[in-house]
């Protein structure tokens, strides 16, 4: 199966402005689901972020042509389903 993720910069979730290295509400990159998604017990609809920790509506310019970080939370999601058989494609933008 191959799952299709965007790369969008969102303001940090809560856990991460509070407690992670991105405090004070910084942007962080996400991988939101282009099309539903139905694996094992993972279920999301499109345009949820992998993670389910932020809305991706709250999408924040970083300017300058500067990359933020990637969610370690997407990131350990999107290593899972991989590890399963699963094909991921990350489009930007």
């Not at 790369?7 to 942007?27: D, E, K, M, T, W």
């Not at 499109?46 to 939370?73: F, K, N, Y």
Request: with cysteine; net charge positive.
């Amino acid at each position: 199966m191959v799952i299709r993720l965007r790369q969008l910069s969102v303001l940090a979730g809560a856990y991460h402005r509070q407690f992670g290295p991105y405090a004070g509400g910084r942007c962080l990159d996400h991988y939101v689901v282009e099309e539903p998604l139905a694996v094992g017990r993972m279920r999301r609809a499109a345009g949820d972020t992998l993670c389910r920790t932020v809305r991706p509506e709250h999408v924040c310019d970083i300017g300058g042509g500067v990359q933020a970080a990637v969610c370690p939370l997407c990131l350990e999601a999107a290593h899972r389903l991989s590890k399963h058989g699963h094909q991921i494609v990350i489009v930007m933008g």
